[in-house]
């Protein structure tokens, strides 16, 4: 029996997750679980495993819902508490599916105590991909569809004899548009493919999210950034693909469900009989391949770029998007303003090259009050 900590229980990938862990039940018992605020669902998942903690990382509800609760689960307080779970003995595997900067810290305090962890939160290696050692990234089994299927194409293979890695990506609603202008928000958070947050929904409508992709795979994979390719595959079939020196190319192919990374990150690699259903290629029928329009989507070319500049406009890149995002959610800015925002808050940023946790955490702070302030 292999105890799970889960952190960011009650997100998309968490429920996935959870739906994991209920179908191996002889396998994998839940220690703990953690959360912003959302307890609704949190309770329902307390009552079906009755895990050891509970963290609610909002101090004002969790007081609300410690002073109810009745079960047997010991409710902590406020992300102070984090270190509490995470120096935890007992805990075999964490899956870390925080979503956004805040799920980073905790990240790099799990690969400080040399634990395994199923990474779901990208933005762990996104934003501090330097200062996590070639030592410590031996930890993560990336849980990403696109990096978990690079993950199992390399088992075995040497790192001389890999060519490029090919990211494939869905290209989200609008992949075939020539003019994203007038985009609303609801036609943004309608993918064709994925049912995800609100946040990586929009990132995978302005294909910013696939750059984030190819940050993370250089750094995931150690390869240089100009070996990282994209190429838009609709139907979501193939998750990714590697291609080696003597031009013979992996993939790795299966229906669209996050539960199968999720599956192969708990059981680090072990194959099983899958919850997901069977691929069937006759049904698909065929398989379609665009390069993507990066003039269009120009989020794709500001995140190689930002990649190649390193230091701390990566963690810039992702604060500045999150800040427009969500002003983009409240109906403050249009589609097309997210990038413009996220550029502007780029050129504004004096990069610090070999930066320290503080420096990426203060340029962080910085990037995403200048995005919140911006006016176009």
Known sequence: MKNI?????TGSIGKSTIEVI??????FNLYAVTCNKNTVVLDS??????????????????????????????????NDAM????????IDLFVNAISGFVGTLPTLEILKRK????????????????????????????VDSEHNAIYQCLSGERPDNIKRIILTASGGPFFKRQNLNGIKVDEALNHPTWSMGKKITVDSATMINKGYE????????????????VLIHPQSIIHSLVAFKDNSVKALLSIPDMKLPIEYALFEGERCN??????KLEEIGHLDFYKPNETVFKGLLIARESAKTGGTLPAVLNAADEAAVERFLKGDIEFLDIIKIVEKTINAHAVVKDPSIYDIIEANNWAYNFAEGVIL
């Open 5 to 9: 900590a889960l952190l960011g229980a």
């Open 22 to 27: 209920e179908q191996y039940k002889e396998q």
């Open 45 to 78: 998942i307390l009552s079906r495993f009755a895990p050891r903690f509970a963290l609610i990382s909002d101090k004002e509800r969790c007081h609300y819902y410690k002073s109810t609760y009745r079960g047997k689960t010991e409710i902590l307080c406020g």
């Open 83 to 90: 270190s509490r779970i995470i120096a935890s003995e007992d």
């Open 115 to 142: 634990k395994r962890i199923a990474l779901a939160n990208k933005e762990s290696v996104v934003v501090f991909g330097n200062l996590i050692t070639k030592e410590q990234y031996k930890y993560i089994i990336p």
């Open 214 to 229: 190819i940050i993370e795979a250089h750094h995931l994979f150690d390869l240089p950034v100009d070996k990282i390719d």
């Open 274 to 279: 899958s919850v997901i259903s069977e691929l």
